[in-house]
């Protein structure tokens, strides 16, 4: 059963739009919540987290809301740019004896177009 | 840039072969892992070290077996190679500190293609 849940593969923002990724989970005892992002052919790279005590991380153009009561997290990108496209990753961590292992999203796909 | 290397970064290989991928990293990271990559599966855990010889599986872990004999390298490999291990494999870091002790990164990957 997937614990990490991305349910839309894509999403095509406008330049200068907002946009928003979603992302819900299962497993109430994860620690921290992390984005990953990816671009072709390149390793994933951390974009932004947020703990599981807080309800809002914000970074720049990037903000990640958490509501723990709905089990569900989202990335806000504000403006939206074309090198912003990529393939953008929800992960989970419950820290344990594997330390940060993660647990990944089936991932969401982002086109901004110019 | 975190300084982790795969190698090889392509491989072509046929079914019932060895293959051994290695991670090498030069940050000194306690923890490295081994994930594989899968339209449709995001990333997946295949094994973890938690220190030199200390290794453990993870959620995708059958068909592979891992080794580390030095903090800076961990090898995958794959003892009988099948076509469902067709796939991209990134190798992880990550160290337990006070400050973004949750933070990964992340290896180029590997291209592994079984035919």
């Known amino acids: 059963d997937q614990q990490v849940k991305q349910n839309s593969p894509s999403l095509s923002v406008q330049e200068g739009r907002i946009s928003i990724l979603n992302c819900d989970y299962t497993?109430?005892?994860?620690?921290?919540f992390l984005w990953y992002k990816k671009y072709p052919a390149e390793g994933p790279t951390f974009l932004i987290s947020?703990?599981?005590?807080?309800d809002k991380n914000e970074d720049g153009r990037f903000t990640v809301f958490l509501n723990k009561s709905a089990k569900h997290l989202s990335l806000h990108i504000v403006p939206s740019q074309p090198g912003d496209s990529a393939v953008y990753f929800c992960a989970a961590i419950r820290f344990n004896q594997a330390g940060t292992a993660l647990i990944f999203g089936k991932g969401t796909t982002l086109s901004v177009s110019s | 840039d975190a300084g982790i290397t795969q190698s090889p970064r392509h491989k072509v290989t046929e079914t019932g072969t060895p293959v051994t991928l290695r991670c090498h990293q030069t940050?000194?990271?306690?923890?490295m892992y081994w994930y594989r990559q899968d339209p449709g599966h995001g990333l997946r855990l295949i094994h973890y070290s938690y220190g030199v010889k200390d290794t453990d599986k993870g959620e995708v872990s059958d068909g592979y077996s891992v080794s580390r004999s030095k903090t800076e390298d961990f090898l995958l490999t794959l003892e009988s190679a099948t076509s469902s291990q067709t796939s991209v494999y990134f190798c992880a870091i990550s160290e337990i500190s006070p400050v973004k002790w949750y933070e990964q990164y992340f290896g180029p990957g590997t291209r592994l293609t079984v035919t």
């Open positions: 940050e000194n990271h306690r923890y």
């Open positions: 497993n109430s005892m994860f620690d921290y």
């Open positions: 947020i703990s599981s005590i807080k």
